[in-house]
C-alpha cells in the first residue's frame, strides 16, 4: 500500500486496494483474540491529492467482521466500514538539533499530520489505525438485545425464560401499591 509521491499529479491519483486483515499486525492480534474477527479481506478506496507540501488522502474502508454482543454474549457479523482523511507531510530532513527535531515531529503529530520520509507514502499503518478506529467500543447484535437472564442466564432473545423478574422501576412498584390499594 504504497505510492510514489511523483505518481501523485496536480488532479491526484485514485487507488483501490484489497488486503488481507490479518496482514495487519494489530488486525491480526484483534482476530486471534476472537474479539474482532475479519471474514473479509478489507477493500480500499481512496484518492490522494497534493496540497502545497501536503498530500491528502480521502477514501474508504470496507469489511465485514463477526464481533460478540457485549450484552447477550452470542457472535454475529456485521458489516464494517468507514471514511477517512489523512494528511500526510513529508520529515524534515535532519538538521542534527535532535530535540528540534523531535519537537517537529510531535508538533505535526497534533495537528493531524502523518510524516513519510523518502519518495513514498505507505498508507498501511494510517489505515490500520482507522480500521482499528471503527471497532466498536460497546458491541450489541441489534440495538434492542435484550441480553441474558441475570437469574439463569438463558438468551432473552430467544424468548422468555419463566423467571420471575424483579420489579426494579420504583414508578411501577407505586402503581403497583396503588392498584392493591384499590381493591
Ligand atoms: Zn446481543
Ligand atoms: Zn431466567
Not at 68 to 85: I, K, M
Not at 143 to 161: F, H, I, R, S, V
Amino acid at each position: 500500500m504504497r505510492v510514489n509521491v511523483d505518481d501523485i499529479g496536480d488532479s491526484g491519483i485514485g487507488l483501490t486496494f484489497e488486503e488481507d486483515a490479518e496482514s495487519f499486525p494489530s488486525l491480526l492480534e484483534l482476530s486471534r483474540s476472537r474479539e474482532c474477527v475479519f471474514l473479509m479481506p478489507l477493500s480500499i478506496d481512496l484518492r490522494i491529492r497534493r496540497i502545497g507540501q501536503m498530500f491528502q488522502a480521502v477514501g474508504r474502508f470496507e469489511t465485514r467482521a463477526r464481533l460478540s454482543c457485549s450484552r447477550c454474549l452470542s457472535d454475529y457479523e456485521t458489516p464494517l466500514a468507514a471514511d477517512f482523511n489523512l494528511s500526510f507531510s513529508r520529515e524534515q530532513p535532519e538538521t542534527g538539533d535532535q530535540s528540534r527535531h523531535a519537537e517537529i515531529e510531535l508538533g505535526a503529530e497534533e495537528i493531524g499530520l502523518i510524516l513519510f520520509h523518502g519518495e513514498e507514502i505507505d498508507l498501511r499503518d494510517a489505515v490500520q489505525e482507522e480500521v482499528l478506529m471503527a471497532v466498536p467500543m460497546k458491541t450489541l447484535c441489534r440495538p434492542e438485545c435484550k441480553g441474558l437472564c441475570l437469574q439463569c442466564g438463558a438468551d432473552l432473545n430467544q424468548g422468555d425464560c419463566g423467571c420471575e423478574r424483579k420489579i426494579i422501576n420504583p414508578k411501577f412498584a407505586v402503581l403497583k401499591g396503588l392498584e392493591l390499594g384499590k381493591k
